[in-house]
């Protein structure tokens, strides 16, 4: 998993509350478990004019111009804009994979559903909570101005702002390390690997039948 540390980016946004991960990445598509490859479908019915299916050339498909990821100012967008319970509906990890592929590396929000939240920290995105207020704000200056681009530090836990302005965020401490370090699930149980070794080593000895010996 790519480590994420500190970032600048265009911000894009997404004025939508209780975007559910079936919009996020439509179930037709969940045909595969690689991490890869899912990021043409990210908010396919939304994005496209067509009904959208595995295996089609989706650089063929008609966009829908009103959408706002298709419009011009937002292309090569990486931090995203989002209304409460974002993420809600079915457990598929697919959606996190899907916004990582298409380039998101943050989610900014007042609130998440919690499986969607805890996946997007065990796949390299961060995702920030803040109070509806300041998300006003955000939402207001990333219309206002073509270009709008936030800075964010994982390790100081802040936003910075074009306008120099500095809003601070919340992490826990367990997500942040495993976040800022690149650590996923598995990554985490290898950082005990020598223990992990030595116990099945001792255990070994101990119970040979149970490893062949």
Not at 63 to 69: G, I, K, S
Not at 99 to 109: F, H, R, T
Not at 129 to 150: I, P, S
């Amino acid at each position: 998993m790519e480590a994420f540390t500190q970032h600048t980016g265009l911000v894009v946004p997404l004025d939508r509350s209780n975007v559910d991960t079936d919009a996020i990445i439509p179930k037709q598509f969940l045909k595969s478990i690689k991490r890869t490859g899912f990021g043409p479908n990210l908010f396919d019915e939304w994005r496209y004019l067509d009904h959208g299916e595995p295996g089609m050339d989706n650089s063929k498909r008609p966009l829908n111009p009103d959408f706002v990821m298709n419009k011009e100012r937002y292309q090569g967008a990486s931090i995203l804009l989002a209304r409460e319970n974002f993420g809600c509906g079915s457990s598929r990890e697919h959606a996190p994979w899907a916004l990582e592929d298409y380039g998101i590396k943050a989610v900014i929000a007042p609130s998440y559903a919690d499986i969607f939240f805890n996946n997007c920290f065990k796949n390299g995105i961060l995702p920030i909570v803040l109070d509806h207020a300041t998300m006003d704000t955000l939402f207001e200056q990333t219309e206002a101005n073509e270009g709008y681009k936030l800075d964010i530090d994982l390790d100081k836990q802040t936003i910075t702002l074009p306008s120099g302005d500095v809003i601070s965020f919340e992490v826990e401490s367990d997500r942040k390390h495993s976040l800022y370090n690149g650590l996923d699930d598995i990554g985490i149980t290898l950082q005990q690997e020598d223990a992990i070794t030595a116990y099945e080593a001792e255990r070994a000895k101990r119970a040979p039948w149970l490893f062949n010996q």
